[in-house]
Every structure is written in C-alpha cells, then in structure tokens.
T-cell receptor
Framework: GQQVMQIPQYQHVQEGEDFTTYCNSSTTLSNIQWYKQRPGGHPVFLIQ?????EVKKQKRLTFQFGEAKKNSSLHITATQTTDVGTYFC???????????FGTGTLLAVQP | DSGVTQTPKHLITATGQRVTLRCSPRSGDLSVYWYQQSLDQGLQFLIQYYNGEERAKGNILERFSAQQFPDLHSELNLSSLELGDSALYFCASSVGAGEAYNEQFFGPGTRLTVL
C-alpha cells in the first residue's frame, strides 16, 4: 500500500528559528494533508493540498505540494513555543477517506 | 474541543482481558474512524464506519472488532489483549464517507495499558 516517509524524525530549534519538515512518497499522491499533535493531545487538521505545485500559507506556516505530487513540505517561519508538537503528513486513502499517516516530525522549541 | 468524545480516558487491564472503547462523533457526522497510535507503529488506521455500516478496514487485528450504532456512536472491542496492544486509540469523525474531501475531527483518545 501507499506509504509516506517524513524527515526529520525530530528537530530542536531555538525560538525564532525556522523549521521545515518534509514528506516523501515513492508514488504519485492525489492529495496530502497536514496535522499537528500537541504533546498529550490529539491530531488536529491543518490543511489539505491537491494540486501539483500548490502553495498555501497560514500565518507563519507555508505548505507546499511538489510539482510531481510525490512530496510535500511544511515550513514554519520564526518558530514560537506554541509550535511545539508533532507534525504529520497524511494521505487520504481513496474513496473511503481513511488517512494514511506519515511517521511524523517532533518539533521542540527552546525559548 | 473537536466535538468528538471518547470514554474512558485511561484504561489499565491485564493480558487476556477484553475491553470496550466508546466514541461519540460530532453532531451531524456520519462517519467514524478508529486509529491506533503506538511508539513502534505510529498512527495507524484501523476501521471506518459510515451510517452504521463498515466502510473501510485497515490494519485491524482479528481480535479487534467495532460497530456503529443507530445513534451513530461507535465502540471498539479489543479482546485477548496482549502487551503490544498498549497504545493510544483515537476516534475521529467526518460528515461524509469519502466521496469528496471531508475533514476528520479527532477525539481526545483512550490510553490503553495492558499489564
């Protein structure tokens, strides 16, 4: 079945530094979603990308879908302590809407 | 607060036992999904129900079963529990079944510890 790999597994930054996590697939993806899970919390939907080369912004967060639709990235500008958590990419599996999650990137932000 | 509720929050039980996890979806959502989150397996889809019927199955063990009731709440039954079943179990809900994109809203999870 389809799988997505995320890198890095863990990143520790100083507050104010930028952060990027990457999601890669060996097959073409029809869509990619991004979720954030705070420590001790549950996954919360951030965004969905469907078009080749799509770029979407949410305040300090920038999401990109690769031209070949095999990779995606999430970039956070000037991290804040509130950005701490695990960021997951996920694909929607066909017509059932089930989600296939990537391995996640744990972001730690030092004040 | 996502509007999805799960009970209990924590469950501690012994190997070989059986437990039931409960989920109430957001008002108006017809689809319920169950996911398992563990350190070694990550976040994995188990099963989906839509309006009372099974819609999709993922990596769900035969010892596990689920159902969705007429009032749309769902239960996940885990039997003959093993140490490796210790995990966080999330329920999520969405409006539709998947014909078009539907955002999923996750509940707070049930942490299961098998001793």
């Amino acid at each position: 079945g389809q799988q997505v790999m995320q890198i890095p597994q863990y990143q520790h930054v100083q507050e104010g530094e930028d952060f990027t996590t990457y999601c890669n697939s060996s097959t073409t993806l029809s869509n990619i979603q991004w979720y954030k899970q705070r420590p001790g919390g549950h996954p919360v939907f951030l965004i969905q990308l469907v078009k080749s080369g799509e770029v979407k912004k949410q305040k300090r967060l920038t999401f990109q879908f690769g031209e070949a639709k095999k990779n995606s990235s999430l970039h956070i500008t000037a991290t804040q302590t509130t950005d701490v958590g695990t960021y997951f990419c996920a694909l929607r599996g066909g017509a059932t809407n089930k989600l296939i999650f990537g391995t996640g990137t744990l972001l730690a932000v030092q004040p | 607060d996502s509007g999805v509720t799960q009970t209990p929050k924590h469950l501690i039980t012994a190997t070989g036992q059986r437990v039931t996890l409960r989920c109430s979806p957001r008002s108006g959502d017809l689809s319920v999904y169950w996911y398992q989150q563990s350190l070694d397996q990550g976040l994995q889809f188990l099963i989906q129900y839509y309006n009372g019927e099974e819609r999709a199955k993922g990596n769900i063990l035969e010892r596990f079963s689920a159902q969705q009731f007429p009032d749309l709440h769902s239960e996940l039954n885990l039997s003959s529990l093993e140490l490796g079943d210790s995990a966080l179990y999330f329920c999520a809900s969405s409006v539709g079944a998947g014909e078009a994109y539907n955002e999923q809203f996750f509940g707070p999870g049930t942490r299961l510890t098998v001793l």
